[in-house]
């Protein structure tokens, strides 16, 4: 068993099929026997996940910063409500607590939640296994934006290696079952110097003029 940590939408009003597929990523997540921990929140994606995990036998957790206590209503059911001072304090109780993260459809909450597990996993703050699930495009203006990120040399391509991209709930939970937990380490900008020094096929980047190791 283990803590799948769920972000997505709380917004009233987006298409019922976001709200659908949370209900089914909560039942697998409770039919194969792993909790969940999230925002807290009982409406949209988030509540509907939490119901669907709660209902098929997860323990779930939810983690609320004071001032959206009264904005996002915790559901009644809820295994366990953790209220915390800020927003900060509220996703480092979330990924504390996590094994692995699944992102859903959401707005800028949860694309500030995916860069942030995403930029500490590339870094080795972490090893814990993520999947985005994507129903209709919902992320893929975002994706292509990223792509053009590698191209341009601002990211590198081992940045995708980290993170699966799915339309199906059953393949997210597989690979955050079977997903190895190496540690994946990205060069700081201080050791590479320059962009210019990494490869173009993702291999090993190259060093920085006068940094151990440098080529000449």
């Not at 707005?107 to 995403?118: A, D, K, R, S, V």
């Not at 799915?166 to 690979?175: E, K, N, Y």
């Amino acid at each position: 068993m283990s803590t799948i940590c769920l972000y997505g939408s709380a917004s009233g009003g987006i298409d019922a099929r976001h709200v659908e597929l949370a209900a089914q990523v909560g039942r697998l997540i409770g039919e194969r026997g792993h909790d969940l921990v999230y925002g807290g929140g009982g409406t949209s994606v988030m509540g509907a996940a939490e119901a669907a995990a709660r209902a098929a036998g997860a323990r779930t957790t939810g983690v609320m910063p004071k001032a959206l206590m009264e904005l996002e209503l915790p559901p009644q059911g809820l295994g366990e409500l953790v209220v915390t001072e800020d927003m900060r304090r509220r996703k480092a109780e979330m990924d504390a607590r996590a094994d692995a993260f699944i992102v859903l459809p959401g707005g800028l909450g949860t694309l500030e939640e995916l860069f942030e597990i995403w930029v500490a996993r590339t870094i080795g703050l972490h090893t814990k296994p993520m999947a985005v699930l994507d129903l209709d495009g919902h992320y893929a203006g975002l994706r292509t934006w990223l792509e053009g990120l590698v191209e341009r040399r601002f990211a590198r391509p081992l940045v995708f290696e980290v993170v699966h991209w799915t339309d199906d709930p059953a393949d997210a939970l597989d690979h955050l079952e079977s997903a190895p937990r190496d540690r994946v380490t990205l060069p700081s900008s201080e050791i590479v110097g320059s962009f210019a020094d990494f490869p173009d096929d993702g291999g090993a980047p190259g060093r920085a003029p006068g940094a151990p190791g440098a080529r000449p």
